[in-house]
């Protein structure tokens, strides 16, 4: 089973940048999709961008598409989620999931939805203001 931890949340002026990770342990992640989702109070989880790590395919929510970047270091086992240009509208916790089934990449991969997996990490919170 693999574990998943996320950090580098934090405050950050509207225009800022942050980079977030989310290191696997446990297992490797070679066979994973992994997935960054958001969510603020009240509102449900959303997806926001993933990458399959069988194909190295990404898919960016419109929302994010040219400001957040999602890459992987292997050595470390370590997704990253890059954020420039950070919004406001972009204050959430962020959270990290993994999985590997193919019915569950292609809906929280390419359909960026919630899907049902014990892979999550505990979230990162983000705040965004002046």
């Known amino acids: 089973q693999v574990q998943l931890v996320e950090s580098g949340g934090g405050l950050v002026q509207p225009g800022g940048s942050l980079r977030l990770s989310c290191a696997a342990s446990?297992?490797?992640?070679?066979?994973?999709?992994i997935g960054w989702l958001r969510q603020t109070p009240g509102k449900e989880r959303e997806g926001v961008l993933c990458?399959?790590?069988?194909?190295?395919?990404?898919n960016y929510a419109d929302s994010v598409t040219g400001r957040f970047t999602i890459s992987r270091d292997n050595a470390k086992n370590t997704v990253y989620l890059q954020m420039n240009s950070l919004k406001p509208e972009d204050t959430a916790v962020y959270y990290c999931?993994?999985?590997?089934?193919?019915?569950?990449?292609?809906?929280?991969?390419?359909?960026?939805?919630?899907?049902?997996?014990?892979?999550w990490g505990r979230g990162t919170p983000v705040t965004v203001s002046s």
């Open positions: 990458i399959n790590n069988n194909d190295g395919k990404t």
């Open positions: 999931a993994a999985v590997h089934d193919d019915l569950s990449i292609q809906a929280m991969c390419y359909g960026l939805r919630i899907v049902d997996t014990n892979y």
């Open positions: 446990g297992s490797t992640l070679d066979y994973y999709a």
